[in-house]
């Protein structure tokens, strides 16, 4: 699941936790994705606030979960809670062979703006980082039609 983060998977499920437990992690919130009937989850959506109105999103997705609507769902969620919010700009951070992250920024109208050279020292090497925007004047066009 974590091949496209910016670090290694975890070893243990208690490395996890204190990860996410993290104060430097603060300006972060996490949304569980749970599927209908079911207790545990298959995945989460995060969004981290980076300046006034502008923030970062993130999602991760059981393999077995994947290619269902599940994260679509899910991100759709999480994008309109924070619109209604305030916030002005969505951004995303993906890695340019994450096909199905690019496909489903792409399909929630998430423009791509740039890449950055070298920018993550990861697991599988350094890597470049593309990186997709979403203003919430261009979403509320795409709820409108």
Same mark, same amino acid.
């Given at each position: 699941?974590?091949?496209?983060?910016?670090r290694?998977?975890?070893?243990?499920?208690d490395?996890? !936790?204190t990860?996410? /437990? +993290?104060? @430097?992690?603060s &300006?972060?919130?996490?949304?569980a994705?749970?599927?209908?009937?079911?207790?545990?989850?298959i995945g989460?959506?995060?969004?981290?606030?980076?300046?006034?109105?502008v923030?970062?999103?993130?999602y991760?997705?059981?393999q077995?979960?994947?290619?269902?609507?599940?994260a679509?769902e899910?991100?759709?969620?999480?994008?309109?809670?924070?619109f209604?919010?305030?916030? !002005?700009?969505?951004f /995303? +951070?993906? @890695?340019?062979? &994450?096909?199905?992250?690019?496909?489903?920024l792409?399909?929630?109208?998430?423009?791509?703006?740039?890449?950055?050279?070298a920018?993550?020292?990861?697991?599988?090497?350094?890597?470049?980082?593309?990186i997709f925007?979403?203003?919430a004047?261009e979403?509320?066009?795409r709820?409108?039609h």
């Amino acid at each position: 699941m974590m091949r496209w983060w910016s670090r290694a998977p975890f070893d243990h499920l208690d490395d996890l !936790r204190t990860y996410f /437990a +993290d104060d @430097d992690q603060s &300006n972060w919130r996490a949304w569980a994705i749970i599927r209908t009937g079911e207790e545990h989850a298959i995945g989460f959506v995060a969004a981290g606030q980076k300046r006034e109105g502008v923030s970062e999103i993130g999602y991760l997705l059981a393999q077995d979960a994947q290619g269902q609507g599940y994260a679509r769902e899910a991100v759709t969620m999480v994008i309109d809670q924070l619109f209604a919010e305030g916030q !002005r700009r969505l951004f /995303a +951070d993906t @890695d340019p062979d &994450n096909q199905p992250s690019i496909a489903l920024l792409t399909a929630l109208g998430f423009t791509l703006e740039g890449r950055l050279r070298a920018e993550w020292q990861t697991h599988i090497g350094i890597r470049d980082s593309l990186i997709f925007g979403l203003l919430a004047d261009e979403w509320r066009a795409r709820a409108s039609h």
